[in-house]
């Protein structure tokens, strides 16, 4: 049986959960390149973080997490930038000629 503690753990990452994605719903489209680009250095800072833990090669298992992780952390970098070039590009102007 669970002890107290793991309850409030799952608890607390439903509540999260549920507040993230309400607070991400009402973010107007303007600010979605910042909001990705803050997202970024989120996933940056995991990767780093990743690729520490993956370098000290405690046993087996804890190297298997890390390379998932550093798989999971880099494809969320890559796709990251790949989808805020993609709202860049919504925002360019189509007409260049008429700017110098």
């Not at 970098?77 to 007409?95: D, Q």
């Amino acid at each position: 049986m669970p002890n107290g503690l793991e309850i409030i753990d799952v608890y607390i990452f439903v509540l999260a959960g549920f507040l993230g994605f309400h607070l991400i719903t009402r973010i107007p489209p303007l600010l979605h390149t910042p909001l990705m680009a803050a997202t970024n250095a989120i996933s940056g800072i995991a990767l780093i973080g990743a690729i520490a833990v993956a370098g000290q090669n405690y046993n087996l298992f804890t190297n298997i997490l890390a390379f998932i992780a550093v798989t999971c952390a880099t494809i969320n970098v890559v796709g990251g930038f790949i989808i805020t070039n993609r709202i860049l590009s919504m925002f360019k102007n189509e007409n260049k000629s008429d700017n110098p």
